[in-house]
Structure formats: C-alpha cells, structure tokens
C-alpha cells in the first residue's frame, strides 16, 4: 500500500503556543487529505478534509482558526494547532487519497500534549 | 450522516480459537465500502481488509474473513486461529465518497 508519513511523531508545547503537524504522501500524489484526532480510548473523529489548491472543509465543532489547515502540494498538508490549550492534547492522525485509490492511507499519528 | 457502530467494546479469545467482531452500520447510499482497521499500541492504523459494497462474495485475508449482510447492513469480522500478535483494538469503517466514518472500536485481548 502507499505510505503516509507524519512529523513530528511527538510534540510538548506550553499552552498558548502554536505547533505545526506535518503530513506526507510519500509515493503518489494525494489529491484529498483528511486530520483526525483520537483521545485515549476513543475512536478516531474527523477534523477536516483538505483537497489540494483549496481551502479545507472542517466538521462541525472543529474551530477552523484554531486548527489551520493547509494543503499546498500533492504530498504535503499541515495542521496548525494556533494559541494550543491542554484539552488539544490528543493524538492527531493524518490520512491521504487519491482518485487511484479507494481507501485511505494513514500516518503513524502524531501524539500532541500541551502543558 | 453515517453511523457506525461496534456493540462490543472488549473482547477476549484463547490462542488458536476464532472470534468474531460485530459492525453495524446506516446509510442510504448503495455504492460505498467498508473496512476493517487494526490499532496496535503503537497506534498506527493497519488495514485488515476491505469490501466493496457492490460485491456479494465476502472478502478474506489469509485468517480474516468478512460476513457482508448488506441488506441487514451488517459487517462483521472472524479471526480465525486467533494469535497473540491479534491483541489490539479493531475499528470498523464506512467510506462513501471519500469521507470515511469509524465505529467505536473493539478491544481484542488474545490469551495464551
């Protein structure tokens, strides 16, 4: 299967910075990404979609100034966790498609904890 | 919207003996797929195995199979020869246009 990378695979901020989340198709050209976020012991829940070249589409609840979301090339989206609290603490984990594909690949997440 | 759901939040099974996870789920879309995942605890996410919902024959991966009820839509998973490196947690998956919905999750204990 194609492989998703994620970066970094842990980060400790101090609450009120910001962090940045690195997603990477790393053999095809993802035309569609998706973040998700899972707590402990939880499911995973879908954040946004973001299609490359175009403004990303977040699910209800989700803050769209406070996870931005950016989708510049066909291998790479990030998320922005702005002015980040304790409760963003979760693991956050990305996915990439394309039209060639009728699944998702998944990163290895990214474990966020915010002091 | 579509729901998924995974009735049984833990589960255990002796070595070597089969187990099955149950998934339902609710649409009314009639192309779509769903998917089986594994979540080690290393947390990354490991494709099981997939159907697609325009096909009738169940889907099976070496000691994975699928019972696709798409009428009742129901979905459940067998693990057969259970071993230990099964223990994880299993989520179920609806995908339809891309967007992709998860159940709740199943914890899987194997016991030696």
Known sequence: ?115 | AQTVTQSQPEMSVQEAETVTLSCTYDTSENNYYLFWYKQPPSRQMILVIRQEAYKQQNATENRFSVNFQKAAKSFSLKISDSQLGDTAMYFCAFMEVGDMRFGAGTRLTVKP
């Open chain 1, 1 to 115: 299967g194609a492989v998703v990378s994620q970066h970094p695979s842990r980060v400790i901020c101090k609450s009120g910075t910001s962090v940045k989340i690195e997603c990477r198709s790393l053999d095809f050209q993802a035309t569609t990404m998706f973040w998700y976020r899972q707590f402990p012991k939880q499911s995973l829940m879908l954040m946004a979609t973001s299609n490359e070249g175009s403004k990303a589409t977040y699910e209800q609840g989700v803050e769209k100034d406070k996870f931005l979301i950016n989708h510049a090339s066909l291998t790479l989206s990030t998320l922005t966790v702005t002015s980040a609290h304790p409760e963003d603490s979760s693991f956050y984990i990305c996915s990439a498609t394309s039209d060639s594909y009728n699944e998702q690949f998944f990163g290895p997440g990214t474990r966020l904890t915010v002091l």
